[in-house]
């Protein structure tokens, strides 16, 4: 083989190796068209932070909903029954008269009831628009499951404090709501509040606990998903 032909055959390799690293970064811009080797990502998604304005309440006219810290219920101590020593009527023979103690029962237990019409329950998880949004999501259920829609939702922390209804966000289902915190996962813990409040209440109390968000600065835990539902 000839010093020309072999010129010919090693330019035809390389080429061969630069059509196969080309398709290799098509197939990864179009997996993940936020990757640094793209001269042209498409832009992020708009973050709703940037809103100054939300929809008010209709039966409240209110700016803000307001906020309540609950106590705790008084737990009642159960009064055990009361001992009691019977008499033995003495008899004539000469041995002592025994004295019976009895054992008072046990208290029976009883359910704890939540303070609240509503418990949650809230787990973290990737969220759907990728990698480049971190915020916060859920539904609201009565006790079979069923969907409640027009609950409002308080969210606040962060330089955020605003109120979304559940049914805003059918993308979750039908009683489904959403809010968006920052466009990158970030470790932030103890910043951000979630509470639920009362829909049929022209004063809106809440009507569940403070849920307090802690997000790892994952993006497998971007998205904190909360279902609230209503237990009485």
Excluded at 6 to 22: D, H, Q, Y
Excluded at 94 to 121: I, K
Excluded at 185 to 208: G, K, Y
Aim: charged residues 10%.
């Amino acid at each position: 083989m000839g010093r020309r032909e072999r010129l010919f055959n090693g330019l035809t390799f390389l080429m061969l190796g630069l059509t196969v690293v080309i398709l290799l970064c098509y197939i990864a811009i179009a997996m993940n068209p936020y990757l640094f080797i793209n001269p042209f990502p498409p832009p992020p998604p708009s973050p709703l932070i940037a809103l100054a304005t939300h929809t008010p309440l209709p039966t409240s006219t209110r700016e803000s909903v307001p906020t309540w810290t609950p106590t705790s219920s008084p737990t009642v101590t159960p009064t055990p029954a009361p001992s009691f020593t019977p008499t033995i009527t003495p008899s004539p023979k000469p041995y002592p008269t025994p004295t019976y103690t009895a054992t008072p029962l046990p208290p029976t237990p009883r359910v704890t009831r939540s303070p609240y019409p509503f418990t949650y329950e809230l787990t973290y998880q990737t969220p759907y628009y990728g990698c480049s949004w971190m915020g916060a999501a859920g539904v609201v259920q009565d006790i079979d499951g069923n969907p409640l829609t027009g609950y409002p939702i308080h969210i606040w922390g962060g330089g955020i404090d605003i109120v979304v209804n559940a049914g805003d966000n059918p993308m979750y289902g039908d009683s489904g709501w959403e809010q968006f915190f920052t466009n990158k996962p970030t470790e932030l813990r103890n910043v951000f509040r979630v509470q639920i409040h009362s829909r049929d209440n022209p004063n809106h109390p809440p009507v569940s606990e403070e849920i307090v968000l802690d997000f790892p600065g994952y993006c497998s835990e971007a998205m904190a998903y909360i279902i609230f539902t209503q237990n009485h």
